[in-house]
C-alpha cells in the first residue's frame, strides 16, 4: 500500500486520513479509497521515512509557530528542493508559496518552492466561506469525470500572481469590487487597476501541487488520485534511474522497482 505523509500540527489532517464525515454534510476524501496509506508527521525525522507529503488546511500562523517550535522547516524545505511530491490545501498552499500577502502582524515563515504570491485569507472571513463549481480540464482529463468540482473554500486564500513554470489548474471569478491586496498602505481593488475578472485557486509547478479549497471535504476524490499519480511517477522515475546504474555495474544483479515506503 502506497504510503503519503500528512503534515499534523493542526488543522484538517484527520480528513486527509480517515475515511467518514462526523458533521454528516460532506463524504470525506480517504486516502485509504486510492491505495494510500496516511501516516501523521510531527517530527523532522519522520520525514525521512516517507516519499510525499500533504500539507492540509488549517490557521496557517499557528501552523507557522508549531512548525517552528518544532524545527520542521528546514526539513520541509529539504523534502521541497529533494523533488519530492508536496501537496498543500488550503493553509498548506500558503506555506508552499514563496510570497505571501495579507498576513498577520510580523508574517510567517514560508516553506517555499511554488513560484506564486498567495493571498492569506483572500475571500474574508469564516463566515464568508463558501462552496462553488471550479473548472477543472486538467483534471477531468487525466482523471475522468465531469469539467467542474467543488470547491470548499473556507477562509481561503487565492493566488494573485504566479511564474512563467507554474501551470494553473483552476481559477473563480470575483466580483468587480472585490480587494485583490489590501494594507496599511494600499489598497488595490478589481475594478480600478486590474482587468482579469478571476482569480487563481489551484496550481501545479514540477511536483508541487496547491489548491485554495478542501478537496479533502467533498466525496470526488479526483484531486488526491492526480496526487497519486505524481507520486508513483515520482517512484517509477526514480526506480528506473536506479536500474539503469545497476545495469551498467553488473548485468547479473538486476534492480527491481522501489515501492514507496511503509512508515511503521
Not at 492569506?120 to 477543472?136: P, T
Amino acid at each position: 500500500m502506497a504510503v503519503v505523509g500528512v503534515l499534523a500540527l493542526q488543522g484538517s489532517f484527520n480528513e486527509h486520513i480517515a475515511g467518514n464525515n462526523l458533521s454528516l454534510i460532506f463524504q470525506l476524501f480517504s486516502l485509504r479509497r486510492l491505495g494510500m496509506k496516511g501516516v501523521e508527521i510531527r517530527k523532522p525525522e519522520q520525514l525521512q521515512s516517507i516519499s510525499s507529503l500533504i500539507i492540509p488546511g488549517g490557521e496557517s500562523t499557528t501552523m507557522a509557530k508549531l512548525a517552528e517550535f518544532h524545527n520542521l522547516f528546514p526539513a520541509l524545505r529539504e523534502f521541497v528542493q529533494m523533488g519530492k511530491p508536496v501537496w498543500g490545501t488550503c493553509a498548506g498552499l500558503i506555506f508552499l508559496a514563496n510570497k505571501a500577502v495579507g498576513q498577520k502582524d510580523g508574517g510567517q515563515e514560508l516553506v517555499g518552492g511554488l513560484n506564486c504570491t498567495v493571498h492569506r485569507n483572500y475571500f474574508g472571513s469564516q463566515i464568508q466561506s463558501f462552496e462553488a463549481e471550479l473548472l477543472v480540464p486538467e483534471l477531468a482529463s487525466q482523471e475522468g469525470g465531469p469539467e467542474t468540482f467543488r470547491g470548499v473554500f473556507i477562509r481561503a486564500p487565492a493566488v494573485l500572481e504566479v511564474g512563467p513554470e507554474v501551470e494553473v489548474l483552476a481559477d473563480y471569478p470575483i466580483p468587480s469590487n472585490k480587494v485583490l491586496y489590501s494594507s496599511s498602505a494600499v489598497e488595490i481593488q478589481e475594478e480600478s487597476a486590474v482587468p482579469e475578472k478571476k482569480v487563481i485557486v489551484a496550481i501545479k509547478q514540477g511536483n508541487l501541487l496547491g489548491t485554495a479549497f478542501h478537496p479533502e471535504l467533498t466525496a470526488d476524490t479526483r484531486w488526491h488520485s492526480y496526487f497519486l499519480k505524481m507520486v508513483r511517477d515520482v517512484g517509477e522515475g526514480t526506480s528506473n534511474a536506479t536500474v539503469a546504474v545497476s545495469e551498467a555495474a553488473s548485468s547479473s544483479d538486476r534492480q527491481t522497482k522501489y515501492d514507496l515506503p511503509i512508515f511503521r
